[in-house]
């Protein structure tokens, strides 16, 4: 969903065109206007967010003044909208000056895309209204009543405000983003960006580029610079989610980023500092991983200041109906449907599946029901849902009975080989002599 609203204020046709072009797919609004004659009273009508303001105007006020102007009366007259200035290299001088008067950032022509976005999303969040919004949306997390989900809670309000790396570990469904929200929701970060990246799925080829980001001409394609996730994470946090896949060469590489707080990009000589706050996730056995030579040791060790491991929800029973309660209400109102509640068969079927998806596939299983439901109550045949229950005990067959099983039965078949090799060899010896009693003749 997109949110905030951006007045951009620039005397360049070109420039509006543009950044019409490239700032609507991103914010709730954005509106452009060619001069600040007008500014104060689209203040009044557009109630902008952000506000991106050009330094230099064709007006009567000395040249390179006017953003300065400009920047101390909205601050004056609209203290809770964010100010970033646009400005040319010869300017940024003046740019800083005007952050001293209380301009949120400034960006400097020609702009890189995504710095540009990055910039306005920040000072978007910093805004009263945007985290009012993020304390309304802070406890995202469902803690539910299982002893195992307190314990984490109560360790995660210890780490949270620090800045120590986490790593969550988890079955896949279980929720580790979620608490990646969580963990940056509660810290000193939260009016800083958090981004997401899902190591698993950048190509290796890309991998540099993705995360330390490239310049201009680095190689084919690369038409423009490019910020990686570091840096758009920069003040704030960088999740990595699915850890365990990102190849054993290229741990290399991120061991090296996070140990010196330095990212080069592709292409370039020139070090940038970072400050972040790093949480990963996995679903994988990385202790195993490292045992059998496939994650690096010292990388393992750099990531796991802190770990938090999410138990599966077949071991927190006591949290599937509450759970499926909170989507049920989530998709009613999404959907305009009028279903309120569960039958009992339906809340019986349930708690008595498995849920090998853990969280995931309970909150997909209720968004269908509540689609296909017909009345205020949700039925059993409005679930889509495989027959396989779970057992009242929560007994499930592991992958180690499993292999055990296997065993036993290749023991059985090689029993069985052996017993008619013996066979066979005894029918062989037997042919054998009666082929020789008939060709003497006895």
């Known amino acids: 969903m997109k949110h905030g609203k ?29 001069s600040p004659k007008t500014l104060v009273s689209t203040m009044e009508s557009f109630m902008p967010d952000v506000v991106l303001l050009d330094m230099n105007f064709y007006t009567d006020i000395n040249t390179g003044n006017e953003g300065l102007f400009w920047t101390s009366e909205l601050r004056k007259m609209y203290p809770e909208v964010q100010v970033v200035l646009f400005t ?12 001293k008067r209380g301009a949120f950032d400034f960006i400097v022509k020609p702009w890189d895309n995504e710095k540009l976005i990055a910039t306005l999303r920040a000072a978007y969040e910093s805004t009263p209204k945007a985290k009012k919004s993020q304390n309304k949306s802070d406890s995202i997390m469902y803690w539910g009543n299982s002893q195992q989900m307190q314990e984490i809670r109560h360790s995660l309000e210890k780490i949270a405000p620090t800045d120590a790396t986490v790593l969550i570990t988890g079955e896949n469904g279980t929720g580790k983003d979620v608490l990646a929200r ?40 690369a038409h423009t610079d490019h910020v990686g996730k570091f840096e758009q994470a920069n003040g704030g946090t960088l999740f990595l989610d699915e850890i365990g896949n990102i190849p054993l060469h290229l741990q290399a590489k991120l061991l090296r980023v996070l140990q010196n707080r330095t990212v080069t990009r592709v292409g370039s000589e020139k070090q940038i ?3 972040i706050r790093l949480i990963c996730a996995t679903n994988m056995n990385l202790e195993k991983m490292v045992h059998d030579g496939h994650f690096r040791e010292d990388l393992y060790y750099r990531i796991n200041t ?11 029973a006591e949290d599937i109906l509450p759970l499926a309660e909170i989507f049920l209400k989530k998709y009613a109102e999404k959907y305009h449907r009028p279903v309120e509640s569960l039958s009992e068969e339906a809340a019986q079927r349930l708690t008595s599946h498995g849920w090998s998806g853990n969280i995931r596939e309970l909150q997909n299983v209720i968004e269908k029901a509540v689609i296909l439901s017909e009345g ?11 027959t396989t229950a779970k057992a009242s005990s ?49």
């Open 306 to 316: 802190m770990q938090l491991h999410l138990p599966p929800l077949r071991d927190r």
């Open 273 to 275: 500092e970072i400050d």
């Open 6 to 34: 951006i007045l951009v204020v620039d005397d360049n046709q070109g420039i509006r065109s543009a950044l019409k072009l490239l700032l609507t797919p991103q914010f709730a609004e954005v509106q452009l206007i060619a």
């Open 88 to 99: 040319a290299y010869a300017d940024i001088a003046l740019a800083v000056e005007g952050m």
């Open 376 to 386: 205020k109550t949700l039925q059993v045949k409005d679930l889509s849902m495989n």
């Open 182 to 221: 969580e963990i940056h929701a509660l810290s000193s970060r939260r009016h800083h960006p958090m981004v997401c990246v899902d190591a698993g799925a950048i190509t290796e080829t890309l991998f540099e580029s993705e995360l330390f980001g490239h310049v201009k001409g680095a190689f084919t394609d």
């Open 394 to 442: 929560g007994v499930r067959q592991t992958l180690d009975e499993a292999e055990e099983k296997l065993k036993e039965m290749l023991v059985k078949l090689q029993d069985g080989f052996g017993a008619m090799a013996d066979i066979l060899e005894s029918e062989t010896n037997t042919s054998n002599l009666i082929g020789q009693r008939m060709t003497f003749g006895v």
